[in-house]
């Protein structure tokens, strides 16, 4: 029997409940649905979880979280991911819901950036201000790249076992990235417009001493074009300080200029839309479509504050006008100090159970 080689199309996912983001609002959305009984996948563009909240005030102090008189926005989203870990939920990161359409049978169809396919019963959009993507490098010849040797905020770097690898940018994903690539490329060069880069000072030290070495060569400038070799990337063109141009020889091309928010695919959904956010209904949280619920910062309604202790209420608000949408009738209220059902689902256990 013959064989095709060629990469499979990922099986389409039935779910029950498909959340769009993984932000705080999102991941606590996992948490208030699974109390439901309403098992969840969750999608989000950057490779990570945390959304905003970490990206932009990953090491910065939040102090108006109830009962957490002070955490970083990191330290919050390690502590939702610890409390939706027993709930089996699972993150597809690195990928954007690009379709989102209503089929004959009343539920939803998704397709990612990845090309992964979601059937979901209900659709939960806690994107923020929108999904957070890379920042692109656009000089010549960027187009011309065949896949697997630019990449925007890499998870890991097994790629740049052996190759000649460069690194651009300034920030800590920068500098993090650099010296974990030191160990395993053949030559590893960051570089960046100034020789001034933003990162906890325990990384600029070992920065300054894998330059020392000469692990790490830094390089002060601008790339200015990149050139391939039938899709293959050989070298790439950069401008000092001074105006002259250099030319690199390089293998492998990793780019971390930050990220920006777009609203970008949601605005095509159809959903009513009031300057750039989704319209809800405050008691539901629910959209003008049947079962697409949306909570954070993306939603709009009369009184509505960009607060995470805001998008922790609407998120719970969502759960419960999901289960009766799904169900039929309304969820009865239990609570989580008491219900052996609950128990159940958190994996816990109280002898008066």
């Known amino acids: 029997m013959s064989q095709d080689t060629r990469l499979a199309t990922p099986a389409t996912i039935d779910t029950d409940a498909l959340v769009i983001g993984a932000g705080p609002a999102g991941l606590f959305q996992v948490f208030q649905l699974a109390l439901q009984g309403i098992r969840s996948h969750v999608v989000d563009a950057?490779?990570?979880?945390?959304?905003?909240?970490?990206?932009?005030?990953?090491?910065?102090?939040?102090?108006?979280?109830?009962?957490?008189?002070?955490?970083?926005?990191?330290?919050?989203?390690?502590?939702?991911?610890?409390?939706?870990?027993?709930?089996?939920?699972?993150?597809?990161?690195?990928?954007?819901?690009?379709?989102?359409?209503?089929?004959?049978?009343?539920r939803w169809h998704a397709?990612?950036?990845?090309?992964?396919?979601?059937?979901?019963?209900?659709?939960?959009?806690?994107?923020?201000?929108?999904?957070?993507?890379?920042k692109a490098l656009k000089v010549a010849g960027i187009e011309d790249l065949a896949p697997g040797q630019l990449h925007y905020h890499p998870a890991e770097l097994g790629m740049v076992h052996g190759q000649a690898t460069v690194i651009h940018g300034g920030d800590e994903e920068a500098v993090a990235a650099a010296i974990?690539?030191?160990?395993?490329?053949?030559?590893?060069?960051?570089?960046?417009?100034?020789?001034?880069?933003?990162?906890?000072?325990?990384?600029?030290?070992?920065?300054?001493?894998?330059r020392d070495s000469g692990a790490i060569q830094v390089l002060i400038g601008q790339i200015t074009a990149v050139q391939a070799d039938g899709g293959q990337l050989r070298s790439l063109q950069w401008m000092d300080g001074e105006g002259q141009e250099h030319a690199l020889p390089l293998q492998q091309l990793i780019v971390c200029l930050g990220i920006s928010p777009r609203l970008g695919p949601v605005s095509d959904w159809g959903l009513a839309l009031e300057r750039k956010q989704l319209v809800v209904d405050p008691a539901t949280q629910a959209t003008d479509a049947a079962g697409i619920y949306a909570v954070g910062d993306i939603v709009h309604?009369?009184?509505?504050?960009?607060?995470?202790?805001?998008?922790?209420?609407?998120?719970?608000?969502?759960?419960?006008?999901a289960a009766e949408y799904l169900q039929g009738e309304k969820p009865l209220l239990q609570?989580?100090?008491?219900?052996a059902r609950l128990h159940a689902i958190l994996g816990v256990y109280h002898p008066q159970d």
Do not use: N, W
Request: charged letters at 15%; one cysteine or more; hydrophobic letters at 45%.
């Open 46 to 106: 950057l490779p990570h979880a945390g959304g905003q909240c970490v990206q932009l005030y990953g090491d910065k102090p939040i102090y108006d979280i109830p009962g957490i008189p002070l955490c970083t926005g990191r330290e919050l989203v390690q502590q939702l991911l610890q409390q939706i870990a027993p709930l089996q939920a699972r993150l597809h990161l690195s990928q954007q819901v690009t379709q989102l359409q209503r089929q004959d049978d009343g």
């Open 111 to 134: 397709m990612t950036t990845a090309g992964q396919a979601f059937s979901a019963r209900t659709v939960f959009i806690a994107a923020g201000v929108g999904a957070f993507v890379p």
């Open 180 to 210: 974990a690539a030191a160990g395993q490329a053949s030559a590893t060069y960051l570089l960046y417009r100034r020789d001034v880069f933003q990162a906890p000072a325990a990384l600029l030290e070992r920065l300054q001493a894998l």
């Open 301 to 321: 309604y009369p009184g509505k504050r960009k607060l995470i202790l805001c998008g922790f209420h609407e998120a719970t608000m969502a759960a419960f006008a």
């Open 335 to 339: 609570y989580t100090t008491t219900s």
